[in-house]
Nanobody, 121 residues
Framework: QVQLVESGGGLVQAGGSLRLSCAAS??????MGWFRQAPGKEREFVAA??????STDYGGSVKGRFTISRDNAGLYLQMNSLKPEDTAVYYC??????????????????WGQGTQVTVSS
């Protein structure tokens, strides 16, 4: 049974930091990523990482502030210099394959339930 379980969300002031975790179990994964969705908006690509962690990419709005990483237990997102515009539900996603199409939601076979991140001020 494949499970992705996010944790680490919460309320933080602008300029602060949070670290999201996604515990992944049930099988091995290729490409993994983070997406986010604010009320009334489309689900947005945040970051992706290759199976071995050697390649990463970020959405333009978070590049330079967020860092994605992974190990054999799961997926992580270090978020620094948070802005109110980062407020959203953040979702962990995993693909059974590696793929260059990592910005596309359709690549991912599995999704977590989401964790709320709220940035004040």
């Amino acid at each position: 049974q494949v499970q992705l379980v996010e944790s680490g969300g919460g309320l933080v002031q602008a300029g602060g930091s949070l670290r999201l975790s996604c515990a992944a179990s049930g099988r091995t994964f290729g490409t993994m990523g983070w997406f986010r969705q604010a009320p009334g908006k489309e689900r947005e690509f945040v970051a992706a990482i290759s199976w071995g962690g050697g390649s990463t990419d970020y959405g333009g709005s978070v590049k330079g502030r967020f860092t994605i990483s992974r190990d054999n237990a799961g997926l992580y997102l270090q978020m620094n210099s948070l802005k109110p515009e980062d407020t959203a539900v953040y979702y962990c996603a995993a693909s059974t394959a590696g793929s260059p199409w990592y910005r596309r939601r359709s690549l991912y076979d599995y999704w977590g339930q989401g964790t709320q991140v709220t940035v004040s001020s």
